[in-house]
């Protein structure tokens, strides 16, 4: 089983839409979450990070379920500039300063 | 802030031939991670650095790959001989501090061995 499990997609959505990913990750001690987004041919750069209790910016939402070993983010309004792919991380319990990444899911958002 | 600067960011060598990758991380960062990319696997972590000491390099493939972080604001990650199954995007990356903060990526590396 991976460490961090993501749908690869491709999500393909309308503008406008509301769009979910999710992510689950196989150590239950794991401390410290995260989004990244990673245009194309582009480096990868913090989204946000997940918290206990829930966490939102601006049309981002970010939940995180410790029981279930569940992360997820929220889109909503989707927009064209939206379009890339997302990764889910996580610190793994035990690993210091690493960073594990999931391998993404890619999200394109049409006209 | 510069951010992260690696350097080249494109590299076409023939296999066999030596490559040396460049990265200077953001001043006052502590950590240093050198990530590869490819479609098939993904992002993987080749080796890590805290103050200028690697602390796991069990991801880096072979005797082939080196890195060095003389100082805290230079590392270099060295393939030699390259392979043509190196060809990937490598990353470096840079942190400060607790493990609840994320990282930054350089812009990256395209590396592609002929």
């Known amino acids: 089983r991976k460490e961090v499990e993501q749908d690869p997609g491709p999500f393909n959505v309308p503008e406008g839409a509301t769009v979910a990913f999710n992510c689950t990750y196989s150590?239950?001690?794991?401390?410290?979450f995260f989004w990244y987004r990673q245009d194309c041919r582009k480096e990868p750069k913090l989204l946000m990070s997940?918290?206990?209790s829930g966490n939102e910016d601006g049309r981002f939402t970010a939940q995180l379920n410790r029981a279930s070993q569940y992360i997820s983010l929220l889109i909503r309004d989707s927009k064209l500039s939206d379009s890339a792919t997302y990764l889910c991380?996580?610190?793994?319990?035990?690993?210091?300063?690493?960073?594990?990444f999931g391998s993404g899911t890619q999200l394109t958002v049409l006209p | 802030d510069a951010g992260v600067i690696q350097s080249p960011r494109h590299e076409v060598t023939e296999m066999g031939q030596e490559v040396t990758l460049r990265c200077k991380p953001i001043?006052?960062?502590?950590?240093l991670f050198w990530y590869r990319q490819t479609m098939m696997r993904g992002l993987e972590l080749l080796i890590y650095?805290?103050?200028?000491?690697?602390?796991?390099d069990s991801g880096m493939p072979e005797d082939r790959f080196s890195a060095k972080m003389p100082n805290a604001s230079f590392s270099t990650l060295k393939i030699q001989p390259s392979e043509p199954r190196d060809s990937a995007v490598y990353f470096c990356?840079?942190?400060?501090?607790?493990?609840?903060?994320?990282?930054?990526f350089g812009s990256g590396t395209r590396l592609t061995v002929v």
């Open positions: 990356a840079s942190s400060f501090g607790t493990r609840g903060r994320g990282y930054t």
């Open positions: 150590n239950s001690a794991s401390q410290s």
């Open positions: 997940v918290y206990s």
């Open positions: 991380v996580v610190n793994m319990a035990g690993s210091a300063r690493q960073l594990t």
């Open positions: 001043s006052g960062h502590n950590s």
């Open positions: 650095f805290n103050n200028n000491v690697p602390i796991d």
